[in-house]
């Protein structure tokens, strides 16, 4: 199936730091997600994105839908600990589909 | 609180053992999900349901099986356990509609066969 691929595959960052994070896929995408998975539960969904170019934030955190609909982006200002966790991009494989498919994730740990 | 419970958290089975993953739903949601969840791989999906007895497959489903009864209960069967079914499991459902991409995902089960 579709495979969307995350970078980095994990991250060890500094407590306020700025973190950054993409995703790609070989195809277009209509709509691109952002999950968060704290340890031990499952994911969270943080941002959903629907337009090529949007930016979107939720709190500290930052989404961008690419302009070429194959690439999104997280951005996390100024890290605190509870930031720690999995990322996972998502979106539907065909529009319309009620399906998702996942990225790899991207690991989040921060030292204080 | 609505929310997605899955039945155990951590399940040890012997390798050949026909395994019951159970999922419950009390948001009257339409679809649902199995995932599993492995380093590297990120989530990749099972089977799903949109309706009571309606099950599709996945990217994944050789050696899984699904069953959907009620409308709340999504449940994933191993039909003989074995080593490389090792993994979480996630459960998760949405409201269905088209757009409806808002998952709630249950905690997960982390099985082990051994």
């Known amino acids: 199936g579709q495979q969307l691929n995350q970078s980095p595959q994990s991250m060890f960052i500094q407590e306020g730091e700025d973190v950054s994070m993409n995703c790609t896929s070989s195809?277009?995408?209509?709509?691109w997600l952002w999950y968060k998975q704290d340890p031990g539960e499952g994911p969270v969904l943080l941002i959903a994105?629907?337009?090529?170019?949007e930016l979107t934030s939720n709190g500290r955190l930052t989404a961008q839908f690419g302009i070429t609909r194959k690439d999104s982006f997280l951005n996390i200002s100024a890290s605190i600990p509870s930031d720690v966790g999995i990322y996972f991009c998502?979106?539907?494989?065909?529009?319309?589909?009620?399906?998702?498919?996942f990225g790899q994730g991207t690991r989040l740990t921060i030292n204080p | 609180d609505v929310k997605v419970t899955q039945s155990s958290r951590y399940l040890v089975k012997r390798t050949g053992e026909k395994v019951f993953l159970e999922c419950v739903q009390d948001?009257?949601?339409?679809?649902m999900f199995w995932y599993r969840q492995d380093p590297g791989l990120g989530l990749r999906l099972i089977y799903f349901?949109?309706?009571?007895?309606?099950?599709e497959k996945g990217d994944i489903p050789e050696g899984y099986s699904v069953s959907r009864e009620k409308k709340e209960r999504f449940s994933l069967i191993l039909e003989s356990a074995s080593t490389n079914q090792t993994s979480m499991y996630l459960c998760?459902?949405?409201?269905?509609?088209?757009?409806?991409?808002?998952?709630?995902f249950g905690s997960g089960t982390r099985l082990t066969v051994v």
């Open positions: 998502a979106g539907p494989p065909i529009q319309g589909a009620q399906k998702l498919v």
């Open positions: 994105l629907y337009k090529a170019g």
């Open positions: 349901s949109y309706d009571v007895k309606m099950k």
């Open positions: 948001m009257d949601h339409e679809n």
């Open positions: 195809s277009i995408f209509n709509t």
């Open positions: 998760a459902s949405s409201l269905g509609g088209q757009g409806s991409y808002g998952y709630t």
